[in-house]
């Protein structure tokens, strides 16, 4: 119960609280969720989250999701614009695509049979490649290269849902019917294909 003068707590204090307490026994999950939880702050702090990430995957041995996420996170922040200032006034260092990259390939190399590192790279390359524009040679190389990527990942895991990937990177391309052909089958085989629609 919390003392009448005392200041009230938003959510996202009391789940940290919460989850820092639960992840000292050494689990897998509070410490994927605890990370998840910096990285879905409004201002997230890169270092803290990476670091918190990193301490899951370490925790996480067999399990891919915390890299995944953590590539997914930096390549996410890449795409955004870095005027910002933290608490303390600091401008907010900008995250390289190239991180993102480097953690995916990580990914690639500790869980070889899983298609989260090929898919993680393949939508990676896919924003990479929309930042190209006056470099048509280049963003084509990385849309063919996108494509290679999910077709690995396709190859490791019948999930239809990659074939939306796969959809960007020929719509990419400028090959429209292959795109379509795609996402129908993304979405086909979908449990909510509203998303992918």
Request: hydrophobic share 45%.
């Amino acid at each position: 119960v919390r003392h009448p003068d005392a200041p009230a707590l938003g959510s996202a204090p009391v789940a940290f609280a919460v989850l820092d307490r639960a992840r000292a026994a050494g689990e897998c999950l509070p410490q994927l969720n605890l990370a998840f939880l910096l990285s879905t702050h409004e201002r997230p702090r890169d270092a803290a989250t990476r670091r918190e990430y990193e301490r899951a995957a370490a925790v996480c041995r067999d399990d891919p999701t915390p890299l995944w996420l953590l590539g997914e996170y930096l390549a996410q922040r890449a795409e955004m614009d870095f005027g910002l200032s933290d608490e303390e006034g600091l401008v907010v260092p900008p995250v390289e695509v190239r991180d993102a990259l480097a953690v995916f390939r990580e990914l690639q190399r500790r869980f070889p049979r899983s298609s989260a590192g090929w898919a993680g790279e393949g939508d990676t390359k896919l924003l990479l490649a929309s930042r190209l524009d006056g470099q048509p040679f280049t963003a084509r190389s990385t849309f063919r290269d996108a494509l290679a990527l999910y077709g690995k990942a396709r190859s490791l895991d019948p999930d239809p849902a990659l074939a939306a990937g796969e959809a960007h990177a020929y719509a990419g391309l400028r090959q429209y019917g292959d795109a379509a052909r795609a996402q129908r089958t993304a979405i086909a085989g979908a449990a909510a294909p509203a998303p992918l629609a």
